[in-house]
């Protein structure tokens, strides 16, 4: 992608001081930039790159006043970091929906609805009777099973695999080797000790603006008609693990290796760390925050806890424990100390 | 798949009241059923649904009274809720062995055998001298490498990756993206502080009815000929991981996200719960239950044993101390005031 | 692979006893040992199997000498047991390099180079711009993205996702469904509660002789023209997070299911336990070890530390307060005691 300084300054709505139709194709640091790059100056402690820099325009503040003689255009706005982050998005959007088409060869399924402006990638399967909304983005090594719904914009890397039934919805974000729908982990005794499936008939709703991390697992509900739900915004990273009818609440932040036992419901607006254990069946409410490896062993009532600590306690009690602990050895010093002394004030009495 | 109504009553052993001749084709909850549905009244709390649902058939216990007026054709059985079970397990059964063929294009290597009733879906890959059961599916992305045997009615869902000469019994379930074999980490210090690979080059064994969850990885053995196995009846679920030489006994439940590290040998019939982390070289008698996120670094005789926290101790002794801890803060208290209290109690005696 | 004993024997720098123009395809235990194996004898303990084997050839000490009739042919050596590793390296390495060819269908894009003598599996995917070096091993189901760089002999099993523009050494070994340069998890709080993706545009460098496990994940930086790095020699187990920015240190080695939160810095030839989570931007100092489970939570000045526990402390203290949590429930008893001690001690003088 390859636009002129010109261009730029036009999204940005600003202004540029040297020549306007040079070429700029990336996105650089300003103590890297070489010709052909765009960078910004924001922290003025940088400011000397600006006089040795090779890249080929610069975003700077309109109140930026140069000193000494430089090379790249200026590029002037109102804040030179918001327009250089507004640029790192536009050009991430720009490389994210570029791709569209169909690489040979693909699998496409019976009775399959395709919108408009699809990218599908080499080896993309897609089931019978899935609908896939505008402008989603299938990489190559998809799966997509059977009777699948995709809203559109959404974009699925490559090696996703998508189970019969599933619902994903506009605008998700499903990294590499994702999967969506396995069976929940059921078994039930038998009497000779051996344990046989209990079937798992149900799928997994995802709804709109959620993004699910590379080889993380989000398993489907037990009961036909019955869904595991990820709300509207929920973001989940890499290689966590949702269990069968589990419901994740909107806009909450879920970090690495985190896993969420059976039927367990999350509130909205949670954050929660990397390497969380919830057991099944709790109920996390509104605005929880639990930190880094917490375990979560039972209901918490009020909203907006911080929870630590496995088992969990709230933040503050756990971190009285922590500290505690580590006075442990002390403690016991001063007992034996005080067993001490007592021996010997109450000897004499006994002698 | 489309039963009619007496189809389904005669495979349960019941009884048509009302029209018999009308098609199912789902199952669903009694509050939810629309026509072409079935479902079950067992919980009379759920009585008055069957006076207003669409579903086409409803089974019931042959003891049941309707007080009301109601539209769906009744099943008569002795138990309603085992039956609708039942009816989940077959519908689970025929959906998963339905089926069958070779979608194109796959790539099938030389001196391959192939069962009957197989499905090879497309994209799928199998390498040179392996051997295929009957009834086995093997969906879309699946890797096979050499010399590998599969046996009957094993499914391989997406992604499951099998490196060469692994042997996966029959009746086994592989979720999408598990690795069976890939390399033990092995690595030997050498004098300049790198690390050279000790060559892996053992194999996996997966007795028959063992289930392996999505993203679960077992690496294989070191030496030739040696395996890392995991016997009859074992189920593993989600993002677990099991290193080389390990062996798991038979009926061994083990929940998501744990990690069983090089050597170690897992009785029959243990519970594991999440995120749990085992040592190597150790040896877990059986009937062992570990609870969620505890890490095994000793062995221990017992059978039968529940093991807790990390590092584990035994469940009633692991509590004792849970709670100890959260009385620590209350503890030092209590030993300060005996300080003073000694203190001013010694004071006089000392003047 | 087929080798007659008498090139075993030279390869080996050994002598042949016995006739050497036998064909040996394979290597086994020596209580294993069938026609065509070879094997070897370095503990006298297993001196009785010698007598009984039949594997084609055992590889002996010069110094052993037999004490009855056996059938295999004898190689002599200075140490069996560093020979016999030394042919499971050979016979690795020649199985792990023998494949060469394109199968097809495969996916190669515009101005891709690929180096001399690499494997391009079915169903493989290079995007466009990459360059493949010398011997590389592209297993079926591969997905390279655009612009990547693969070094010479660098293995990538099937299943591996290789984001654009990530750049991967030589001799490096990626095992299956391993993904490199997915989004780092970054999200910036809207006023609305929502949160909106901050654009995730760098990549991931691995230098050489990296190892990375099954189902391992390596975000790519946040920046572009940044990269998220693991140094030369560092060997990564299945399972683990890497997250956006880290750094891994040379030979530094880390075992499976372990997380790595984003921008931390780690040194070189640390030793990192199963399932430890290290927070974000900390710096693990050289040659630092970290035990299993442990949580890293602040910054350690010295190197060669060993950390220990969640919050991780020096391993000293940590099992200190580790026994002292065992003995917490006696040393309630003992306050207790002293409580009641000091009561009855206390009590006339009060009365």
Known sequence: MEFTIAQVAQLLGGEVKGPSDLKVNRLSKIEEGTEGAISFLSNLKYEHFLYTTSASA?????????????SPSLILVDNAYTAFTRLLEVYHNALTFRKTGTEEPVRVGKDVEIGEGIYLGAFAYIGDHSRIGKNVKIYPHVYIGENVVIGDNTILYSGVRIYDNCKIGASCTLHANAVIGADGFGFAPQADGSYKGIPQLGYVVLEDNVSIGANTTIDCATMPEDATIIRNGAKLDNLIQVAHNVEIGRNTVIAAQTGISGSTKIGEQCMIGGQVGIAGHLHVPNKTIITAQSGISKNWEREGLVLRGSPAMENRENLRT?????????????VKELEKILKELTLPANS
Chains 1, 2, 3 share one sequence.
């Not at 700077?60 to 006043?65: A, I, P």
């Open 58 to 70: 610069v975003i700077v503040d309109r109140t930026f006043e140069p000193k000494k003689a430089y």
């Open 322 to 334: 922590e500290v505690g602990v580590r006075r442990l050895p002390e403690l016991e010093k001063r």
